[in-house]
């Protein structure tokens, strides 16, 4: 049964960092197109970042520079390291997985396959 479960959330400052791992089971998550996403109250769901089967990588332009995704195959676990935090960084955080090559429109979540319940990050000014 494929499990995604996230971890890492909380509340910081602005400018600070947290890093988030989402724990896999279920599947090997070297096999799998992995990413994260968000989604703040009252917006929609968006793409943070996603890393393909293959290990190429993609981020949202709103988090390029202060984000890196990444996959520990040995842990089989999804990191993402989150620096120079800002206020509209706020959101509910979840991973999500597809086997194989990543959807076409991964960055809106669709064709995402399996979810994670999330965790909450909170960025004060």
């Known amino acids: 049964q494929v499990q995604l479960v996230e971890s890492g959330g909380g509340s910081v400052q602005a400018g600070g960092s947290l890093r988030l791992s989402c724990a896999a089971s279920g599947f090997i998550v070297s096999s799998y197109c992995m990413g994260w996403f968000r989604q703040a109250p009252g917006k929609e769901r968006e793409g943070v970042a996603y890393?393909?089967?293959?290990?190429?990588?993609s981020y949202a332009d709103s988090v390029k520079g202060r984000f890196t995704i990444s996959k520990d195959s040995a842990k089989n676990i999804l990191d993402l390291q989150m620096n120079s935090l800002k206020p509209e960084d706020t959101a509910m955080y979840y991973c999500a997985a597809v086997v194989g090559i990543c959807p076409r429109a991964i960055m809106s979540g669709y064709g995402m396959d399996y979810w994670g319940k999330g965790t909450l990050v909170t960025i004060s000014s």
């Open positions: 890393i393909t089967n293959n290990r190429r990588i």
